[in-house]
């Protein structure tokens, strides 16, 4: 794990960088590619869940009563940032099957690079709740900052965001606006191009797990 600054996390794993060299490569497929992100999904989430409290229960193995651990408190949100973020909440929830689930609809403009929001639903009491924000990519954060803003206004104050892969630029951005969210990625790349990708990147990653255009 390495740790540019005190709120960024790099998930500099094996298995995880392995699986990202994959999905960049342009000729990985579309179901390899939805595979791995789920895969890398695991991953992440370990490392984004691994502050949640527990508290102790009684329970009864086979062999003797003892107290043993369970998590406590109101379930946790996933927060998916469409549509990309589908990909790493089906991953997320392979591993927190109670969690409960936000969508957050926003789009780039191409243009302007602006986050355009047609969609928003979350479940209620997100004051009392975690939530970790999903999206693959953190490029300018536009998209980020949008997302995270609308979970705050809602009541959300323990706001974790995971994405695959992120910009400098991105991250710069990001922790200005909101340096009370922790940010934990795969890997933070060379930098945004002209047109506000993220390089070597993997291009877009809608497109790479949906099979559009
Ligand atoms: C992608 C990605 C992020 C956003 C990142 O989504 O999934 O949401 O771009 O870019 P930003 O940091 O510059 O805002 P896109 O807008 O392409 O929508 P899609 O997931 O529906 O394809
Ligand atoms: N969104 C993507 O899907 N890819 C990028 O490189 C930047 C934004």
Redesign the pocket.
């Known amino acids: 794990m390495s740790s540019p600054k005190a709120n960024v996390v790099v998930v500099d794993h094996p298995l995880v960088a392995h699986k990202l060299t994959i999905m960049r490569d342009k000729e990985t497929s579309t179901a390899s590619f939805r595979r791995l992100l789920r895969e890398i999904a695991h991953l992440l989430c370990y490392e984004a869940t691994r502050s949640l409290p527990v508290e102790m229960v009684e329970i009864e193995t086979p062999l003797t009563k003892t107290m043993a651990p369970r998590l406590e408190g109101k379930k946790l949100v996933i927060a998916s ?5 589908n990909g790493l909440l089906d991953g997320m929830l392979d591993l927190v099957p109670a969690a409960r689930v936000a969508h957050i609809g ?3 403009n191409h243009d302007t ?1 602006e ?1 355009v929001e047609y969609y928003f639903k979350a479940p209620e009491h997100l004051a009392d709740r975690k939530v970790i924000v999903v ?10 900052i949008a997302a995270v803003e609308k979970l705050k206004e809602r009541g959300a104050s323990d706001i974790t965001f995971v994405c695959l892969l992120a910009a400098p630029e ?1 991250v710069a951005r990001f922790t200005a606006a909101h340096p009370d969210v922790p940010v934990i990625t795969a890997s933070i790349d060379s930098h945004l191009n002209e047109k ?1 990708y993220i390089v070597p990147g993997l291009g ?4 790479r797990m949906y099979g559009t255009k």
């Open positions: 940032v469409l549509r990309a973020g926003l789009y780039r690079l986050a999206d693959p990519m953190l490029a300018t954060a536009n998209s980020a991105g506000g877009d990653a809608g497109d």
